[in-house]
């Protein structure tokens, strides 16, 4: 049970009312995230313009979300495993490359480097080591995408936390248990 409900954006006032159908523009439908993190119009503001600004960088939709999916296995996040998992498959991950994402470890090269930099980045609170920067770069990640993949890491951790903390009820298929 979650321990915030959901607004219910027929109470909702303007402000949130407006953030809302933005996101239902987009996605279809206002997920019970948005709905709850809704009880701070400037929050919620804050996540879509985030959020907005890093999908027009230069990582792409399957890296934004394999930075989602990493952090979201690092912090324990239910709900946003099953978003991003969802997610993750639209925009073209296969169920292998998901599973690898939440292990830290993907048969290509490239996306392997990728992900093991969120991975450092993770687990020393930004103090990465200077391999762990060279293995990046040396993948053809630029310098812009060190500083997207760290803004994606924070949007992530927001996100995580905030479900963790309100125990969102998940409205998305259940992400599958790895297997051991």
Do not use: W
Not at 27 to 49: C, D, F, I, Q, R
Not at 55 to 68: C, F, I, Q, W, Y
Not at 84 to 103: C, F, K, W, Y
């Amino acid at each position: 049970m979650s321990r915030l409900n959901p607004v219910n954006p027929e109470h909702a006032d303007a402000k949130t009312n407006e953030l809302f159908e933005q996101v239902k523009r987009k996605l279809g439908k206002v997920p019970n995230l948005m709905l709850t993190l809704g009880h701070s119009p400037a929050a919620l503001g804050g996540y879509l313009s985030l959020n907005g600004s890093l999908a027009g960088g230069e990582l792409n939709a399957k890296e934004r979300e394999l930075v989602a999916l990493v952090t979201a296995e690092h912090n324990g996040c239910d709900y946003c495993l099953a978003a991003h998992s969802t997610i993750g498959n639209m925009v073209g991950l296969t169920p292998d490359q998901i599973e690898g994402a939440r292990r830290a470890a993907l048969s290509d090269p490239k996306l392997n480097a990728f992900v093991n930099f969120v991975k450092q980045v993770l687990k020393t609170a930004g103090h990465i080591n200077d391999a762990t920067l060279e293995e990046f770069r040396s993948a053809g990640y630029s310098d812009g995408a060190v500083a997207e993949a760290v803004a994606l890491i924070g949007e992530s951790v927001l996100t995580n936390y905030f479900n963790n903390v309100a125990q969102t009820v998940v409205d998305f298929p259940k992400a599958k248990p790895l297997a051991a």
